[in-house]
């Protein structure tokens, strides 16, 4: 009976080790889950599953979509993503980064029954990974947007991923985003983009814009550091608020790294041209792809919709178009943006009530 009792006591002691191991791995683990990444992107939702329309095998590759969703422009990315899962029957995934305090808000937006069975991912993003890479002007802070850096740092936001498809939150996807997706990519290059020059948008309207939409008007050719790397001045510059990235060949080479430098470098001797003020994310991608990306069919960024508000375009070529892009300081969300109504039709009313108020009072937005 001694040794029984024993082994009664060296069973006991051993569950009690067991569950206070267990008790502290599962302590190691939510600290490890609820402390934010390096970067600062920390998923803070998972997807549903899968609607059944998707189960169809022809279907099921996970096709990514990365969209940046600020609290004062939530109406945009919410009829973008609405336009893309209306138009597609494939496996579409969201990948949606924003701040913090704009979660709940995006939660309850996400709920509205044309988006409830939409497949989605919440990030948060930190500005203080941008610490040291941007100059921010205290008197003009409001005015700083550090989602616009989120297309920066794919690969962490979709590291799984091996292709990605980034888009602004002031566009609206008319066709399958399938189309867009597979965009050949030439070898060793990154990503594909519009460029302006060669345009579809620059040939229908923009035609004689000058300076506006080559490197001259990005970069700063009077500083040596932009001399020195021979870029011709006159190269057509691309938009970046539409593209398609191959991640193993964005992280082969390293180019969120890359981006990194050129915005650190900026802080320091400023680089950027003065002539297109604000534009802060598209001179650093200028200078990392220069010459070295792919382009995506013109159709799929029709852009400058919100350059005036003014129509450039034709009804019939509006209708064409696979992508309308509202870049510019006259957003769809605005009084005075030109083919509002096409906008309106993919726009989920706010069940918090908050954007519609902005939108009522709202005139321009920060031009991308």
């Known amino acids: 009976s001694v040794n029984i ?6 069973v006991v002691i051993f569950l009690l080790v067991i ?9 190691f683990l939510r600290r490890e889950l609820s402390d934010p990444s390096p970067l600062g992107l920390q998923p803070i939702d998972f997807i549903p599953a899968a609607p059944q329309r998707l189960t169809d095998e022809s279907n099921d590759k996970e096709i ?4 940046a969703a600020s609290d004062e ?8 993503m609405n336009s893309i899962y209306q138009n597609t029957r494939s496996n579409v995934v969201f990948h949606i980064v924003t701040l913090n305090d704009t979660v709940d808000h995006l939660r309850m937006w996400l709920r509205s029954p044309p988006l409830k069975n939409m497949r989605y991912r919440i990030l948060d993003f930190d500005p203080r990974v941008l610490e040291g890479k941007v100059q921010v002007d205290p008197q003009k802070a409001d005015t700083f947007k550090p989602l616009t850096f989120a297309r ?4 962490n936001l979709v590291p799984h991923a091996e292709k990605v498809i980034y888009v602004d939150d002031d566009v609206i996807v008319q066709d399958d985003i399938v189309e867009l997706y597979n965009t050949p990519l030439k070898p060793g290059h990154a990503a594909a983009f519009s460029d302006d020059c060669d345009s579809t948008s620059s040939k229908v309207a923009v035609r004689g814009a000058g300076n506006q939409y080559n490197y001259i008007g990005f970069l700063d050719y009077k500083k040596e550091t932009i001399r020195k790397l021979a870029m011709k001045a006159n190269t057509c510059s691309f938009n970046p608020g539409v593209f398609v990235a191959n991640l193993t060949e ?3 080479q390293n180019i969120t790294k890359q981006l990194e430098k050129w915005m650190a470098l900026n ?7 003065k002539t297109l003020a604000g534009s802060i994310t598209t001179p650093p991608m200028l200078i990392v792809f220069y010459k070295q990306h792919s382009s995506i069919d013109p159709m799929w960024n029709v852009r400058h919709l919100g350059s005036s508000a003014g129509k450039r375009y034709s009804p019939q070529f509006v209708e064409a178009a696979k992508l309308l892009h509202w870049n510019g300081h006259f957003k769809p969300w605005g009084r005075t943006a030109s083919y509002a109504e096409v906008w309106e039709k993919w726009y989920v009313p706010d069940p918090a009530g908050k954007f519609n108020l902005i939108r009522r009072h709202s005139e321009a ?4």
Not at 5 to 10: D, E, F, K, Q
Not at 152 to 155: A, S
């Open 5 to 10: 009792s024993i082994l009664i006591v060296a």
């Open 19 to 27: 569950h206070h191991n267990f008790l502290s791995l599962s302590d």
């Open 64 to 67: 990514s979509v990365v969209i």
């Open 73 to 80: 422009r939530l109406g945009g990315a919410i009829a973008a």
């Open 152 to 155: 920066f740092y794919l690969p």
């Open 250 to 252: 964005w992280k082969l």
């Open 267 to 273: 802080v320091v001797e400023e680089l950027y041209s």
């Open 365 to 368: 937005y920060e031009a991308k």
